[in-house]
T-cell receptor, first 112, second 117 residues
Framework: EAQVTQNPRYLITVTGKKLTVTCSQN?????MSWYRQDPGLGLRQIYY???????DKGDVPEGYKVSRKEKRNFPLILESPSPNQTSLYFC???????????FGQGTRLTVV | AQTVTQSQPEMSVQEAETVTLSCTYD???????LFWYKQPPSRQMILVIR??????QNATENRFSVNFQKAAKSFSLKISDSQLGDTAMYFC??????????????FGKGTKLTVNP
């Protein structure tokens, strides 16, 4: 089954404790992205990747890091999480034809 | 920069009736895609319908159809014969091949739709 898988689905952590949210896709897609969703703001892009070792900032990249060492994986790293990063996070992937994005199940992150 | 505006934060409709969700966008691009995504309480983002800007014909998917007015930069979603399972948050989204493609979607703030029995 074609899918984008995020882990964990729920995470509660403390301020300053480094964490990684993993994202993996099995569709051999070139393009992958991270979004955060906040009430009243919709989804906003954090980072995206066009291929292995090629990444670029989205609209809200501050406080986040990403890496793309393998085509299938695109982890999101919060080196020093803060409460304002409490949000719902989505990973998405799309093919070279770039006509549709497929989303993971979402990760609910709470930073206390 | 592209922007997407959904002017209806919340809407409700009776089961079996028809409802229309509004979306407007701003862009200087001539070639782009527009999408409606559904997000039920499970949080999963589900693609409802997609429209290519170069196509004059409005896209339809079963009970879902769009009214795409390119000159007015309007992209509304019509849901016919509403069902309880249509209760969800609906997001309008935009992407352009010259501005990142589908890896760079610009979303509206969403419309929460409730279907009442």
């Amino acid at each position: 089954e074609a899918q984008v898988t995020q882990n964990p689905r729920y995470l509660i952590t403390v301020t300053g404790k480094k964490l990684t949210v993993t994202c993996s896709q099995n569709m051999n897609h070139e393009y992958m992205s991270w979004y955060r969703q906040d009430p009243g703001l919709g989804l906003r892009q954090i980072y995206y990747s066009m291929n292995v070792e090629v990444t670029d900032k989205g609209d809200v990249p501050e406080g986040y890091k990403v890496s793309r060492k393998e085509k299938r994986n695109f982890p999101l790293i919060l080196e020093s999480p803060s409460p304002n990063q409490t949000s719902l996070y989505f990973c998405a992937s799309s093919s070279q034809f770039r006509t549709e994005a497929f989303f993971g199940q979402g990760t609910r992150l709470t930073v206390v | 920069a592209q922007t997407v505006t959904q002017s209806q934060p919340e809407m409700s409709v009776q089961e079996a009736e028809t409802v229309t969700l509004s979306c407007t966008y701003d862009t200087s691009e001539s070639n782009y895609y527009l999408f409606w995504y559904k997000q039920p309480p499970s949080r999963q983002m589900i693609l409802v319908i997609r429209q290519e800007a170069y196509k004059q014909q409005n896209a339809t998917e079963n009970r879902f159809s769009v009214n795409f007015q390119k000159a007015a930069k309007s992209f509304s979603l019509k849901i016919s014969d509403s069902q309880l399972g249509d209760t969800a948050m609906y997001f309008c989204a935009f992407s352009s091949p010259t501005q990142g493609g589908s890896e760079k979607l610009v979303f509206g703030k969403g419309t929460k739709l409730t279907v009442n029995p």
